[in-house]
């Protein structure tokens, strides 16, 4: 790094008293939690876990040297599992992020499944639906299922963004139409049994560590027969059963 691009001393320290503040900050959160999972101490734990790295990196190019802090990684952000070790039910909460890159391909694939489809059959959508993007999103996403949309999405105009998976573990079964009102206020972090993320931010850190092989693919995967099932209960006892990982360019997996 040139003199011209490295933090002056002045940054240094205000990043020192960062973490100072950030320090306090968790203390405080942490002698008032209400609990193993009070949001507000996992909140104060990243704000100083970001103030230490932003130190660790201005110290290091400004003087050369380093700290003793452990900076957790994307693997390392789920509290201790505590679910039912033997859960009957699971959850399945998906994110993915597109950017609309092309609003005239969007428009054109709605306009052909509205005249496709008779306008009984898509609730909720204005009979011009397809003239604006939102009902455009609204029509294709009705239509499609989202799985197809990923698969597709460059069909209907959108760029792919990042996106995450989180299977969480349960004793037994919601109700029906339990939480459909709210249906992400209800999440235990501590239930989270594996989670996947995708992004191009990891592309990146493998180009940097020299990673090879970005599109390798499972082709040998094998599953389970139910001839198999017997054996497999026999030598289930004693076995770990928290645990998900995933290859492949982008994506990162974090289980138990």
């Not at 209400?34 to 230490?52: K, M």
Request: charged share 35%.
């Amino acid at each position: 790094m040139s003199d011209a691009a490295q933090p002056t001393a002045a940054e240094v320290r205000a990043a020192a008293e960062a973490i100072k503040t950030a320090l306090d900050r968790h203390l405080a959160a942490v002698e008032r939690r209400s609990g193993d999972d009070d949001p507000a101490v996992f909140e104060a734990f990243n704000q100083l876990a970001a103030a230490a790295e932003v130190y660790d990196e201005l110290l290091y190019d400004r003087y050369d040297e380093v700290t003793p802090f452990e900076i957790p990684g994307a693997d390392e952000t789920l509290p201790p599992y505590e679910g039912p070790e033997e859960p009957h039910a699971i959850s399945v909460l998906i994110r993915r992020d597109y950017t609309v890159a092309e609003p005239q391909r969007l428009l054109a694939q709605a306009e052909r499944v509205e005249a496709a489809e008779d306008f009984e059959d898509l609730a909720g959508l204005d009979e011009d639906a397809a003239g604006t993007v939102p009902g455009a999103l609204g029509l294709l996403f009705g239509e499609f299922e989202p799985d197809e949309i990923a698969s597709r999405h460059k069909e209907f105009g959108l760029e792919e963004g990042d996106s995450t998976l989180w299977v969480t573990a349960a004793d037994e079964a919601p109700e029906a139409g339990e939480w459909l009102e709210a249906p992400f206020e209800h999440f235990d972090p501590q239930a989270v049994v594996c989670r996947f993320d995708v992004s191009a931010v990891f592309d990146d850190e493998d180009d940097e560590h020299g990673d090879t092989d970005p599109d390798a693919e499972d082709d040998d995967l094998e599953f389970v027969d139910d001839e198999d099932l017997d054996e497999t209960d026999d030598e289930h006892d004693g076995r770990d059963g928290h645990g998900g990982e995933a290859d492949g360019a982008g994506v990162r997996g974090t289980g138990r």
